[in-house]
């Protein structure tokens, strides 16, 4: 799928992203959602679920 492995960048992108959504959604869910798909997006692997879950809690 032409994806690479960069656990620190995901990590910074999706924290990134869920601090500016998170005026717009509530939902943790929502917020999972949209950081997914700013990461695989700039062409990153998708970060684990429970390092996405902590920071959309």
Do not use: C, H, Q, W
């Not at 032409?2 to 924290?15: D, Q, T, V």
Request: proline share 4%.
């Amino acid at each position: 799928m032409g994806l690479s492995y960069g656990k620190a960048e995901a990590r910074k992108i999706a924290e990134a992203v869920m601090r500016r959504e998170v005026v717009l959604e509530n939902r943790p869910a929502d917020l999972i959602n949209i950081a997914l798909e700013k990461v695989i997006g700039v062409g990153l692997d998708m970060p684990g679920f429970t390092m996405l879950d902590a920071l959309g809690s």
